[in-house]
Nanobody
Framework: QVQLVESGGGLVQAGGSLRLSCVAS????????MAWYRQAPGKQRELVAR???????VFADFVKGRFTISRDNAKNMVYLQMNGLKPEDTAVYYC???????????????WGQGTQVTVSS
């Protein structure tokens, strides 16, 4: 089994910063893509940012210039540095990974349990 565990969420004032971390553990051979999604109350889950093993990144338009994503392949970790936070960034943030459990296994997708980020105005 694979577990993704997020940390670093919390309450912050508008304009502030938070750094989210996610560690993947368990039966892991190779992690292809790691990503952060978010879901605000009453809204659909949406992609925030993603990063490949080689470091290629994609960001949602609403976070460009404010958030950065990075990963430590040796530790199976991904980070989301969030600066210039706005009240509309309030959401549960989820870690996501596409990975192989073994050398010959197909790529499967996994989700963490989420961490709450609340930005006050």
């Amino acid at each position: 089994q694979v577990q993704l565990v997020e940390s670093g969420g919390g309450l912050v004032q508008a304009g502030g910063s938070l750094r989210l971390s996610c560690v993947a553990s368990g039966s892991i051979f190779s992690i292809k893509v790691m990503a952060w999604y978010r879901q605000a109350p009453g809204k659909q889950r949406e992609l925030v940012a993603r990063i490949t093993t080689g470091g290629s990144t994609v960001f949602a338009d609403f976070v460009k210039g404010r958030f950065t994503i990075s990963r430590d392949n040796a530790k199976n970790m991904v980070y989301l540095q969030m600066n210039g936070l706005k009240p509309e960034d309030t959401a549960v943030y989820y870690c996501n990974a596409d990975l192989q459990n073994s050398r010959w296994a197909s790529v499967r997708n996994y989700w963490g349990q989420g961490t709450q980020v609340t930005v006050s105005s």
